[in-house]
């Protein structure tokens, strides 16, 4: 068995072991496999391994990966975006993570009517207060929900974050946790085109610990791919 695949088969037992532990089905535990940085081989290599979602980070990067995979692969894009980059993504990408403003939103619902389709995408929200990290303020995640919910080619269907950084992953429950409480808060408002069913949260060093606070959408990339030297 290669690395890539009994990498993958650690990490989905390790999921299953966490959703035992909070008395969830696995089956509402989706892992993407983030794959910034690594070449399209290695996509091929996880999605044959029984890996079907993947997440990218960097426009470019995908423009110039995508095409070269072959296999039917579900992508998520869940880096940072510039508004006069989502024309890239457009139809290509089955969800955005990292809408954190208005003005992104609005692009996406203008580049996803282009071709009569609906964006599904994820509010991130900046719970550590981080200057150095995207996502709207907690207390502005109510108005941000109101003011994107209108959009014509928009779904809302959750919240993303990234939480302050820890070596110990008990530090950084509390933010998973608080993530969890603003999406009930959101649903309670029942906007339409916003449905809180996904929650975007943890990553190779905490994904279970998010598994047990709720998360449905893991994205673990080291912990299958190996460490990232470079950006492409």
Not at 182 to 207: R, Y
């Amino acid at each position: 068995m290669n690395n890539i695949a009994a990498n993958l088969e650690q990490i989905n037992h390790r999921i299953n072991n966490a959703c035992q532990r909070a008395g969830r089905d696995p089956e509402t535990v989706k892992l993407i496999a983030v794959s910034k940085i690594k070449p399209a081989e290695q996509v091929e290599e996880a999605f044959h391994a029984g890996q079907k979602r993947f997440g990218e980070s960097y426009v470019q990067e995908f423009r110039d990966k995508q095409p070269l995979v072959e296999s039917a692969v579900e992508w998520h894009f869940i880096g940072g975006l510039q508004s006069n980059k989502v024309k890239y993504l457009r139809g290509r990408v089955a969800m955005i993570h990292s809408v954190d403003r208005l003005s992104l939103a609005k692009e996406i619902s203008n580049q996803w009517s282009k071709i009569d389709q609906v964006a599904n995408i994820l509010l991130q929200v900046n719970v550590g207060d981080e200057l150095s990290k995207s996502g709207c303020a907690p207390d502005e995640l109510e108005t941000l929900s109101h003011s994107i919910a209108p959009l014509p080619n928009l779904k809302i269907c959750g919240l993303m974050c990234l939480p302050p950084h820890s070596d110990d992953p008990e530090q950084v429950r509390p933010y998973f946790a608080q993530l969890h409480k603003l999406s009930q808060k959101i649903e309670s408002l029942q906007l339409p085109n916003v449905e809180m069913t996904e929650l975007s949260m943890g990553m190779s060093g905490d994904f279970e610990v998010a598994i047990e606070e709720g998360a449905t959408l893991v994205r673990i990339g080291t912990a299958i791919f190996g460490a990232r030297t470079k950006k492409v």
